[in-house]
C-alpha cells in the first residue's frame, strides 16, 4: 500500500502568518487522487481539498494546494484562529486508500 | 442538504460484533459510493472499505478482510458497517463518508465503539 507521510508533525504559527503542510508519498501518485482534509478537535473530517488543487465547495481561497508525483503541498496563506485543526492527505490512487498522520497546526 | 447521520455509541466486549448504521439524505442515495473509514485515539484515519449503492459491490481493506461486513437498505437510504471478533484495537470513532469522485466529500458524525472486557 501506498503510505503518505506528513510533515512537520506540529505547527505553531501565529494569525496572518503563512503555513505549509508537506505530504511525501512512498510512490508516485496521479495528481487527481490526492486530497486534503481539516478534522478540529471531535469533529469529522471535512474535505479542503481534492484533485491536489480544486478547492472543495464553501473552502475558503488562502487553502490552496500542489503537488505531482510523491511530493504534495496544502498552503495555507493566511492563517486564522478558526484554522486550528489536524490536517490530513489522502491518497486514492491505488487501493487501499490511505491517510498521512496529520500534521497540527496551532494558532498562537 | 447532504446529511450522513449514524447510530450511536457502543461498548462491547471483546470478541463480540457490532453493526452501525449510516442515514443518508438530501441526495439520491444510489448516486454515490459510501466509504467507511475509522479512527483509533491519537491515531491516523484508516479507511474500511466501500459499498456501491447503485448495485451493492463491497470493496474491503485487506487489513480488516474476513471481519467486517458492509451491507445496505435502499428503500431506507441506510449503509450499515458490521465488524466481528472484536479486540481492544477495534476501539476507535467509526465514519461514513460519501464518496464524491473518489474523495469523499461529506462525512457522518461518527460512532465511537468501545471494546472493554
Known amino acids: 500500500e501506498i503510505v503518505l507521510t506528513q510533515s512537520p508533525g506540529t505547527l505553531s504559527l501565529s494569525p496572518g502568518e503563512r503555513a505549509t503542510l508537506s505530504c511525501r508519498a512512498s510512490?508516485?501518485?496521479?495528481?487527481?487522487?490526492l486530497a486534503w482534509y481539516q478534522q478540529k478537535s471531535g469533529q469529522a473530517p471535512r474535505l479542503l481539498i481534492y484533485?491536489?488543487?480544486t478547492r472543495a465547495t464553501g473552502i475558503p481561497d488562502r487553502f490552496s494546494g500542489s503537488g505531482s508525483g510523491t511530493d504534495f503541498t496544502l498552503t495555507i496563506s493566511r492563517l486564522e484562529p478558526e484554522d486550528s485543526a489536524v490536517y490530513y492527505c489522502q491518497q486514492y490512487d491505488m487501493p487501499p486508500r490511505t491517510f498521512g498522520q496529520g500534521t497540527k497546526v496551532e494558532i498562537k | 442538504q447532504v446529511q450522513l447521520v449514524q447510530s450511536g455509541a457502543e461498548v462491547k466486549k471483546p470478541g463480540a460484533s457490532v453493526k452501525l448504521s449510516c442515514k443518508s439524505s438530501g441526495y439520491t442515495f444510489t448516486s454515490h459510493t459510501i466509504h467507511w473509514v475509522r479512527q483509533a485515539p491519537g491515531q491516523r484515519l484508516e479507511w474500511m472499505g466501500w459499498i456501491n449503492t447503485s448495485n451493492g459491490d463491497t470493496r474491503y481493506s485487506p487489513n480488516l478482510q474476513g471481519r467486517v461486513t458492509l451491507s445496505m437498505d435502499t428503500s431506507a437510504s441506510t449503509t450499515y458497517m458490521a465488524l466481528n471478533s472484536l479486540t481492544s484495537e477495534d476501539t476507535a470513532v467509526y465514519y461514513c463518508a460519501r464518496d464524491g469522485g473518489s474523495h469523499n466529500d461529506y462525512w457522518g458524525q461518527g460512532s465511537l465503539v468501545t471494546v472493554s472486557s
Open positions: 484533485g491536489t488543487s
Open positions: 510512490q508516485s501518485v496521479a495528481s487527481i487522487y
